[in-house]
């Protein structure tokens, strides 16, 4: 099993920024993707950024230039940076990893973008 601790969101208001992190623990075998998806009230679950094992990374349509996903592999850690906020950023933010074959998400912290 994998567990994933995530911390960094909160309330900020538009043009702001914030850094998400998701710690990996547990019997990590081999974590190959890794990356954040994130959910708004009354919309589904999207992603929004993500990072292979080597570093290639996709992103979201809506966050290219503003998000920045990056992976400490010694410490199983992701992390979001996320600058110049908006509101329509304002959802619950998943971490999800690709580990051994299997998929884990995290518990998801909330991000509220408002002035």
């Known amino acids: 099993q994998v567990q994933l601790a995530e911390s960094g969101g909160g309330l900020v208001q538009p043009g702001e920024s914030l850094r998400l992190s998701c710690a990996a623990s547990?019997?990590?075998?081999?974590?190959?993707?890794m990356g954040w998806y994130r959910q708004a009230p009354g919309k589904p679950r999207e992603l929004v950024a993500r990072?292979?094992?080597?570093?290639?990374?996709t992103y979201a349509d809506s966050v290219k230039g503003r998000f920045t996903i990056s992976r400490d592999n010694a410490k199983n850690t992701v992390y979001l940076q996320m600058n110049s906020l908006k509101p329509e950023d304002t959802a619950v933010y998943y971490c999800?990893?690709?580990?051994?074959?299997?998929?884990?998400w995290g518990q998801g912290t909330p991000v509220t973008v408002s002035s």
């Open positions: 990072s292979t094992s080597v570093g290639s990374t």
């Open positions: 999800n990893v690709l580990a051994g074959g299997r998929i884990y």
């Open positions: 547990g019997s990590i075998v081999s974590i190959s993707l």
